[in-house]
């Protein structure tokens, strides 16, 4: 019955640190030790700025127009679409778009992933700045201008920007957890690194890229390995991207677990707490590691809490506010809804790891 006990509350106790303690403690130690950035408006760096594609049809055109309406100085800029064997019509139609646009280049790769394609486009460009985005993302005119000027501090290698999930006619369809997690990221960000990125909207100086496993993901990579070559990977929510969320839950669900077997498969072998300070190695296993674990945390606190209800009045009340939750969520609440689809994710994701592994290649279109 002690290690039942122990179970118990070490589950509740991890639980809670990851969604409540942690993210009040860093709110609070970002208002007393809070780590400037040295932003320059003024350094303007050549840029190459990277999408990976494969079969974007019926986006690319609008994506690239948009990349080239942006405020920054044109002799300045490179954009280059790292087409991953698409065999649609995004090679014809990236191809159109750089014949009367000299800035606009298309690399065609062999099937291999969004990484390995986003590698070799960084092996073919020269510019000092490396920037990447989605096929279906929408930047500000001065996303890009935001961006560079914090890696102006010579301590800044890797900076990511503000992803607004809007509708098609433009609302704001953040929801209260993608809010909180916005907030939770700019006061790690403030402490001196975030602890995972964004891949709508990020920027790295060149002599930074480093090429990872494809399976990792760069949103997820990078900030830690920018801290363990110690430097800093920074969040400005001035520099804005836009999306569309996905449509429904269900559909969120399914990014979610493809989303979190790349999580696990880092977190299990991708050494990423190996080498770094100790306030941002505790910021990685509070908000990484324990957030990964959250769906088997809640499945060891269900099981605990059944049996030692009559232990006690405590587990019984835990045991009761897990029946709520879960009632919230067959009632279509939707903080509750969106909750528990992505703590089970997390659970489904490490099933699925634990079974097949992980791909490095994606297909966009399964999660829109």
Not at 208 to 220: K, S
Not at 288 to 304: D, F, I, K, N, Q
């Amino acid at each position: 019955m002690l290690v039942v006990k122990a179970l118990f509350w070490g589950s509740l106790g991890a639980l809670a640190w990851t969604h409540v303690g942690y993210p009040v403690a860093a709110g609070a130690l970002a208002r007393v030790r809070e780590r400037r950035v040295a932003k320059d408006p003024s350094w303007k760096a050549s840029v190459t700025v990277i999408v990976a594609a494969h079969n974007e049809e019926d986006v690319i055109e609008r994506r690239l127009e948009n990349l080239l309406a942006l405020d920054y100085p044109p002799e300045q800029l490179e954009l280059v679409v790292a087409s991953d064997a698409s065999d649609d019509r995004t090679n014809e139609l990236v191809e159109a778009v750089a014949s009367r646009e000299s800035r606009v280049r298309l690399i065609d790769c062999p099937r291999g992933g969004k990484v390995a394609a986003q590698d070799r486009a960084v092996r073919e460009t020269r510019g000092d700045v490396v920037a990447f985005s989605d096929a279906n993302a929408r930047w500000a005119p001065d996303a890009l201008r935001q961006l560079v000027t914090n890696l102006a501090d010579p301590e800044v290698a890797y900076v990511c920007g503000r992803l607004r999930l809007e509708d098609a006619a433009g609302s704001n369809r953040e929801g209260l957890y993608w809010r909180y997690e916005l907030w939770l990221r700019e006061r790690e960000s403030r402490l001196g690194s975030i602890t995972g990125g964004n891949g709508s909207i990020y920027a790295l100086r060149r002599e930074a890229y480093i090429e990872v496993d494809p399976r990792w993901g760069h949103d997820l990579a990078f900030p830690y390995r920018m801290v363990q070559a110690g430097n800093r990977a920074v969040y400005d929510s001035t520099a804005v991207a836009s999306e569309q969320p996905t449509p429904t839950n269900e559909t969120e669900y399914a990014r979610k677990v493809r989303m979190f077997e790349h999580c696990w498969e880092i977190a299990l072998r991708g050494s990423m707490l190996r080498g770094l300070p100790p306030g941002y190695l505790v910021a990685m296993l509070s908000h990484r590691v324990l957030r990964y674990g959250s769906g088997v945390l809640h499945l060891a606190l269900a099981a605990t809490s059944v049996v030692l209800v009559p232990a006690g009045w405590a587990y019984a009340l835990v045991l009761l506010g897990q029946l709520a939750l879960l009632a919230a969520f067959a009632a279509r609440v939707p903080i509750a809804r969106y909750y528990v689809y992505v703590t089970w994710a997390t659970a489904q994701a490490l099933w699925n790891y634990l079974r097949r592994g992980v791909p490095a290649a994606w297909d966009p279109s399964a999660t829109r």
